[in-house]
Structure formats: structure tokens, C-alpha cells
């Protein structure tokens, strides 16, 4: 009889890397994947708290499952990363006893005991978590097979390879920290075995992970770094594309540049967030850099590598945050004119240093007008930008299809639709640009580059 599993995933890149090894495991216990939790025998919940409206969803969801549950006590319901967090929690368990297993982020291990009968969750001994948790980080041969990275049958283009685990930083406002534990890097061999794995199954770019990703091997002394990563990835055959987030101002050093500038695999994309245009935030949050220090990074950035899009992350609604203060962060990316922006609303989450000794005071209203006032400057930013490279030749990797059109993205990143009546899935073209909006461009096929 055919067993089947459903993920649900929610959050950042990490979660649904996590998602993927995850579901690598049950298709090697026999499961097969299907589109529904009603129609599952295993459903997963692979969670995100890094802001409220995301747990509210998590919420929801659970609550979803329980009738489905007390309709069916066979199904097996599994609750995984950063809503369970890295410690046991007596209370969730309480509050959801629909669930039959938790999962730490990054950690398949405690379902597989369950499904294959090893023990619970709740059962496991904290020594052997700490066992199953390494096993886990360091990546072991087990976590090798990629093949249900699609999770509808073919192989994707694109995939994302976790090369850091977890944060030791402890920016005042970030909980994940506490909820995905201290700064861990993966050996360099365990990293490339899994991209030449990817590779074989007909992979063409990856996207390397971390929290601070640019931090990769400071927790064993700093060599090898990304640096080294990157030059190792770039001997790949067959790989056609690396890129790597998120970076943080304070490590993205010249060796990295350098690697991004010299080597034609390494996309010129890079993510670099400033979260606020204020030197007195910026230190509330404990960022660690000032609103100068992070001008200097983007005008050197441009000088190292003239054709990278940079991306950043912004917060508005900080706790304190004056209108000057908040004029500041406009200012910055006014000057900047950034290639793309990731605006987000603060949400205090618990146990933080800034919900635990700042407080939350500024309105949601005012949030909502300093966030809308940014994402109109950005759209208006990007769309001048983006209206720039009309009638200008760019190399597409196909991706797939959506609404009838081949999509895919430039080296910097930015979306592109095509029409063309071959199988374009997973071949390099040239495209030239005739339309371009705020957040895609369109164009027509030139030719093929890499089939």
C-alpha cells in the first residue's frame, strides 16, 4: 500500500532547504509525495517566527489539522523548525497534542525514529538529541540524496544548499538565535559532494545559505572561508550558477568580492542588508556598523564588481524610531538607488533583547506609512533601473513555466518572461529585452547558450 507524506513550509530559503532534506528521507523510507494534507499519511509543518504575521499563519495552520486528525489518528502530524525551536517545549506539546512529533530546524531525525518506531521525540534523551542534532549539521551520507528536490517528480534547475547553520550574532530584534541555535558551518567536502550530487541529477545553479552567510567557517577559525567555498563550487562541471545569501556588512571582505569579480559561475548578486538608515538604531540593534560604513560597502562593492545588483533588508517601526530617524532609511535608499529592498514592519518576538527591554512604540498605522512610503521609492527605483536595460542582450537560465511564459533570472537576479515554442526548462539563453517593469522584464529569445 503507498504511503505519502505532505510538507508545508513557510518562511526564508533555509526552511525550505530543510523542507527538501526532509522530505528526502521519507522517499527513502518509501513515501511518496502528495499535494494535500488530506490525502497524506505524514504532514509536516515546517514553521517561521521570525515575524507575527508568519507565526499567526502557523497558528492557523495547526488549527487546521486537528479535525483531520481526530478524523484520522493514523496520520501522523510533525512540527518542525523555528515555531518548535532547538530545546524540547513541554508547553507546546501541551498546547498542540494533535502533534505527534517536533523537529527542531534542520533535524529530520526525530521522525524518522518516529515512523520506523525507534521512539518519540519526547522520548529521546538529551544526549542523544545533541548526537542526532551533529549528525544532522555536519551532514552525513545519509542527507546526500537530493532527488526529491522537486517534490512533483523533475528535478529543479535552481536549488538552495544550507552552508551555515544556525547565528551567533544576536542582532537585538532577530530570535533566530534562539531558536536555531549557535553558528555552525559545514565541512567544505560534505558541501561539495551534495552540489555534485545536484549537479548529476540535472541541477544548474545553487544558492548558498546562511544566516550570515558570508561568516562561513569563522566558527572553526576562518579558513577554509566562502572564498575558498566558492572557488571549490566554481570546478564543478555542469554547474552553470552559484550565488549565496544573506550577507553581512561587517564580513563581506575582499576576499569574497574578489571571488564574486573573478570567477564567470559566481552571479554578481549580492544581498547585503542595512535594516535602518541610522547610526542610533543601527546600535539599538545591534548591527554593528554605521549608516557611513555600509555607503563605503556599496560604493566598493560597485568599484570590485561595476555590473551586481545589491539587495538589502530594511525594518521600519523599530522601537524609537523617530520620523528623522526614519527620513534617514529613506535618505539611504534614495542615494543608493539598490537594485531590490525587502521592507519589513518590526515585530517584537519573544525573548529578544529588544521585545524584553524596548517597547514597541511606535503605532501600527505609522508602521504601515513608513513601510508603504519605501516600497513606493523602491518600486520607483527599480522600475528606472529595470527600464535601463530595454533593447539591451542579457543571459536568461530558464527555470520553468508560469502563465504560459518560460521564466527565469539574469545574473543579477532580476525575472525574465519569454515566449517560445521549444522546451526551454533548464537551458541558458540570450534574451533581448523589450519591456521591463518595476519587478520583471520581458524579452525575446536570441539564441541558445547551454542546453
Known amino acids: 500500500m503507498k504511503k505519502t507524506y505532505h510538507i508545508w513550509t513557510i518562511g526564508c530559503q533555509m526552511n525550505v532547504a530543510d523542507s527538501n532534506h526532509v522530505a528526502s528521507q521519507l522517499d527513502a523510507l518509501g513515501y511518496e509525495p502528495v499535494s494535500t494534507p488530506e490525502e497524506a499519511d505524514v504532514i509536516v509543518l515546517n514553521t517561521c517566527v521570525v515575524r507575527q504575521s508568519a507565526e499567526n499563519k502557523v497558528i492557523g495552520k495547526l488549527g487546521a489539522l486537528k479535525p483531520l486528525k481526530q478524523r484520522d489518528p493514523n496520520k501522523t502530524i510533525a512540527l518542525m523548525g523555528c515555531f518548535v525551536g532547538i530545546r524540547?517545549?513541554?508547553?507546546?506539546?501541551?498546547?498542540?497534542?494533535?502533534?505527534?512529533?517536533?523537529?527542531?530546524?534542520?533535524?529530520?531525525?526525530?521522525?524518522?525514529?518516529?515512523?520506523?518506531?525507534?521512539?518519540?521525540?519526547?522520548?529521546?534523551?538529551?544526549?542523544?538529541?545533541?548526537?542526532?542534532?551533529?549528525?544532522?549539521?555536519?551532514?552525513?551520507?545519509?542527507t546526500q540524496s537530493m532527488r526529491h528536490l522537486a517534490l512533483h517528480g523533475e528535478t529543479?534547475?535552481?536549488?538552495?544548499?544550507?552552508?551555515?547553520?544556525?547565528?551567533?550574532?544576536?542582532?537585538?530584534?532577530?530570535?533566530?538565535?534562539?531558536?536555531?541555535?549557535?553558528?555552525?558551518?559545514?565541512?567544505?567536502?560534505?558541501?561539495?559532494?551534495?552540489v555534485q550530487?545536484?549537479?548529476?541529477?540535472?541541477?544548474?545553479?545553487?544558492?548558498?545559505?546562511?544566516?550570515?552567510?558570508?561568516?562561513?567557517?569563522?566558527?572553526?577559525?576562518?579558513?577554509?572561508?566562502l572564498a575558498d567555498l566558492l572557488y571549490?563550487?566554481?570546478?564543478?562541471?555542469?554547474?552553470?550558477?552559484?550565488?549565496?545569501?544573506?550577507?553581512?556588512?561587517?564580513?563581506?571582505?575582499?576576499?569574497?568580492?574578489?571571488a564574486?569579480?573573478?570567477?564567470?559561475?559566481?552571479?554578481?548578486?549580492?544581498?547585503?542588508?542595512?535594516?535602518?538608515?541610522?547610526?542610533?538604531?543601527?546600535?539599538?540593534?545591534?548591527?554593528?556598523?554605521?549608516?557611513?560604513?555600509?555607503?563605503?560597502?556599496?560604493?566598493?562593492i560597485r568599484e570590485r564588481v561595476p555590473d551586481a545588483a545589491i539587495h538589502t533588508d530594511i525594518i521600519v517601526g523599530f522601537p524609537g524610531e523617530t520620523e528623522e530617524q526614519f527620513m534617514g532609511t529613506y535618505k539611504v535608499l534614495e542615494d543608493l538607488r539598490l537594485d531590490k529592498a525587502h521592507i519589513a514592519r518590526y515585530s517584537p518576538r519573544p525573548g529578544t533583547v529588544s521585545a524584553r527591554t524596548m517597547p514597541d512604540n511606535v503605532p501600527d498605522e505609522e508602521k504601515r506609512r513608513r513601510h508603504r512610503l519605501l516600497e513606493e521609492l523602491q518600486e520607483r527605483i527599480?522600475?528606472?533601473?529595470?527600464?535601463?536595460?530595454?533593447?539591451?542582450?542579457?543571459?536568461?537560465?530558464?527555470?520553468?513555466?508560469?502563465?504560459?511564459?518560460?521564466?527565469g533570472r539574469t545574473p543579477q537576479n532580476k525575472i525574465v518572461f519569454v515566449?517560445?515554442?521549444?522546451?526551454?526548462?533548464?537551458?541558458?539563453?540570450?534574451?533581448?529585452?523589450?519591456?521591463?517593469g518595476p519587478y520583471s522584464l520581458r524579452g525575446r529569445v536570441q539564441g541558445i547558450i547551454q542546453k
Not at 530584534?173 to 558541501?191: A, D, N, Q, T
Not at 515566449?419 to 539563453?429: A, F, I, Q, S, Y
Open 260 to 300: 564574486v569579480a573573478d570567477l564567470p559561475k559566481v552571479m554578481p548578486h549580492i544581498e547585503v542588508p542595512i535594516q535602518a538608515g541610522d547610526d542610533e538604531i543601527l546600535a539599538r540593534m545591534r548591527r554593528g556598523y554605521t549608516v557611513a560604513d555600509y555607503y563605503h560597502l556599496v560604493h566598493h
Open 382 to 407: 527599480q522600475r528606472e533601473k529595470n527600464q535601463a536595460l530595454v533593447g539591451t542582450r542579457v543571459d536568461v537560465l530558464i527555470e520553468g513555466q508560469r502563465k504560459g511564459k518560460w521564466e
Open 88 to 142: 524540547p517545549n513541554p508547553k507546546l506539546q501541551e498546547r498542540y497534542p494533535w502533534v505527534d512529533v517536533f523537529l527542531p530546524p534542520s533535524e529530520p531525525a526525530p521522525l524518522i525514529h518516529y515512523l520506523t518506531g525507534n521512539g518519540h521525540t519526547e522520548d529521546m534523551r538529551e544526549e542523544d538529541r545533541r548526537r542526532t542534532a551533529e549528525r544532522w549539521q555536519l551532514q552525513d551520507r545519509l
Open 197 to 225: 550530487d545536484l549537479v548529476r541529477q540535472g541541477v544548474r545553479e545553487v544558492t548558498l545559505l546562511g544566516q550570515i552567510v558570508d561568516r562561513y567557517g569563522y566558527d572553526w577559525g576562518g579558513r577554509p572561508d
Open 156 to 194: 529543479p534547475v535552481t536549488a538552495y544548499v544550507p552552508i551555515v547553520y544556525g547565528c551567533s550574532f544576536a542582532c537585538t530584534y532577530c530570535i533566530i538565535p534562539l531558536r536555531r541555535g549557535k553558528e555552525r558551518s559545514r565541512p567544505l567536502e560534505s558541501i561539495v559532494e551534495e
Open 232 to 258: 571549490a563550487l566554481h570546478d564543478i562541471e555542469d554547474l552553470w550558477r552559484i550565488r549565496f545569501l544573506t550577507s553581512h556588512p561587517n564580513f563581506l571582505n575582499d576576499r569574497i568580492l574578489n
Open 419 to 436: 515566449e517560445h515554442p521549444d522546451n526551454l526548462r533548464g537551458k541558458l539563453v540570450q534574451v533581448e529585452i523589450t519591456w521591463a
